[in-house]
């Protein structure tokens, strides 16, 4: 049997080490205003710098995509590792993997359209169609933008994320689970419900690293290492901004999860706002900024705009319990190390 054949498997797998937050009830589409020719800085619109502190939580993997000998990553002879994402030498961790996994979790708990696949969704999520720039847009596509002939950009721009000080890293294994993956027009039987349908997005369990010696070997960000990340959002509406917040897990009800080996262990971080600079029409003016919301004032106003986005009905009460369930923090869950 090869590893993927889920179908004829007969012996007991380990338990699953993710599960689905449920698809929405419906789509909410609302009209994009203005582009980003304009800014939007009054009357409910927030253009803006956020800084956050990103701090790994277990081993954080992000793959230069090469693989390299091991005493050239600075460990001892002899191996060969897949490296991490470097940028001037530094571990880095790239601004469209932060976009990737913010924009996931902002899908996943806000009424936003379902990327039509080759499997089943269901139906009353399939007539809604695709968004399109030009006209009204779901949660997920008005932040991050939407692809395809009729593409919009994103509101939302990250950069990449540079080490705060030293950052140490170290090889681990990356032991083989042959997770199974859809094959043609099927899924994986746990990925659907009685009657073939996808059960809604998934996510990983944070679960603590086991220690391996199978497997490719891979450089690794060691856990409690802290991170700057900068992004920066242009004419976005309090709700959609609320969202947001919401999605970078900065109410501090569950943590992200990024990069690879998630079914391992890796890629727990926090994130953490620390800084938020709003800008208004008066920086084209000559006079700069809002001014700088930090502690208490930057803890308040994340408040006000998720309390916003739930008012609006843009964050969805079963899918944002589901999701902080999923990816509750701390945990005691030990990460698999054989095929689920
Ligand atoms: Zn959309």
Not at 91 to 118: D, F, M, N, Q, W
Not at 127 to 133: E, H, K, S
Not at 178 to 192: I, M
Request: charged share 20%; with cysteine; net charge neutral.
């Amino acid at each position: 049997m090869s590893p993927g054949d889920y179908t004829q498997r007969q012996v007991p797998l380990a338990p699953k080490p993710y599960d689905f937050v449920p698809f929405p009830q419906s789509v909410t589409r609302r009209p994009l205003p203005h582009g980003i020719e304009t800014l939007c800085a009054d009357d409910g619109f927030y253009s803006g710098n956020l800084t956050l502190v990103l701090e790994t939580l277990t081993p954080l993997f992000v793959a230069s995509g090469r693989y390299e000998l091991s005493e050239d990553l600075t460990f001892s002879k002899g191996a060969i590792a897949r490296g991490c994402y470097r940028i001037g030498g530094q571990p880095t961790i790239p601004a469209a993997s932060l976009k990737g996994c913010v924009r996931s979790v902002a899908e996943a708990v806000s009424p936003s359209h379902v990327s039509l696949t080759k499997v089943d969704i269901p139906r009353h999520l399939k007539d809604t169609g695709q968004c399109r720039a030009g006209d009204r847009s779901c949660p997920a596509c008005a932040l991050f933008g939407t692809g395809g002939t009729k593409a919009h950009i994103s509101l939302v721009r990250f950069e990449d994320a540079l080490p705060a000080g030293e950052a140490k890293t170290s090889l681990r294994s990356l032991i083989p689970l042959h997770a199974p993956q859809a094959s043609g027009q099927r899924l994986p039987p746990a990925y659907v419900d009685k009657y073939g349908v996808q059960k809604g997005r998934k996510f990983y369990f944070h679960n603590m690293p086991a220690d391996g010696s199978e497997g490719d070997r891979c450089e690794v960000v060691q856990e409690k290492t802290l991170f700057m990340a900068r992004m920066s959002f242009i004419n976005l509406e309090g709700p959609l901004l609320g969202v947001l917040f919401f999605a970078l897990s900065l109410d501090g009800t569950f943590r992200l999860k990024l990069g690879g080996g998630k079914p391992l262990g890796f890629g727990s971080i926090a994130l953490t706002a620390i800084e938020l600079r709003l800008l208004s029409s008066a920086c084209f003016m000559g006079s700069a900024e809002r001014g700088a919301m930090e502690g208490a004032d930057l803890a308040e106003f994340v408040i006000d705009m998720l309390e916003g986005a739930k008012a609006e009905e843009l964050l969805l009460e079963p899918q944002v319990e589901k999701l902080r369930e999923i990816l509750r923090w701390p945990t005691s869950r030990v990460a698999v190390t054989e095929p689920y």
